[in-house]
């Protein structure tokens, strides 16, 4: 194995871990890091192919608790939203994107962190919006899940509707993302190689994940994981405005 492929694979393996503790996070800790290292659409690339086999091992894990018309809603309305965020990554200029990419994960990590109490929506509607909004993200950062987890907090999902709807939402989407990436150019053997040896890796970091979460404090982990994106969007921000 080439000495280059074994950061990416770290970083990789990591952001399963979080990924499969707590249900998100992978390409919110994995798009950072590997943007330091690539560029951003080889990066949203690597991190789309990885998570459809992360999204379908998590979605058969956790498939008790889902709530079909939820997640279709979302998922529709993500396909909207999605072309409209991979024309964004492939044409909007590098240094404005990344920079929009590192606020958005400092806003997102300052929310988490902080915890606010989300106001109560009973208006399934909403998740159009949700997931439309998840799509474009996806399409342009691969990050669909901030709309969604505010989605789901508003609507007040219990764990295990909250487990099984956001992996049937990311898994289509994922699959989206990628097929879109495709279209656009973005694969490249390196690439591809990166993703044949990164999956069985990832794979396994889900279910560590899963098992870790039975002996640590999702809410500490979380924590963990929101102070370190915090730091990693900062460094994004830094480095492109400089």
Known sequence: MPASMLPVIAILFV???????????????????????MDAPSAAALVAL?????????????????????????????????????????HAPRGPLLIALGLIIIAFSLYSLA??????????????????????????????????????????????????VTQAFFLPVT??????????GFWSREILLLCAASIPAVIAASFIGKRLTADISADRMGKAVYGLCLVLGA????????
């Open 50 to 90: 990885t998570g459809i086999s992360l999204s379908t091992v998590m979605l058969i894990q956790n498939r008790k608790g889902l709530h079909i018309g939820e997640a279709a809603g979302l998922i529709a309305a993500a396909a909207a939203g999605v072309p409209l965020g991979v024309f964004l990554l492939a």
């Open 175 to 184: 699959v989206m993302v990628a097929a879109g990436h495709a279209a656009a």
């Open 115 to 164: 915890r606010p109490a989300a106001i109560e929506i009973r208006d399934r509607r909403w998740r159009f919006a949700a997931g439309f909004a998840g799509g474009v993200l996806g399409g342009a950062y691969n990050i669909p899940g901030p709309p969604i987890i505010f989605y789901g907090a508003m609507r007040r999902w219990p764990p295990e509707r909250f487990l099984a």
């Open 15 to 37: 952001a399963g871990i979080l990924q499969g503790g707590v249900g998100f996070g992978y390409a919110l800790v994995a798009m950072p890091a590997l943007a330091l290292m």
């Open 235 to 242: 460094v994004i921000v830094a480095t492109n405005l400089a």
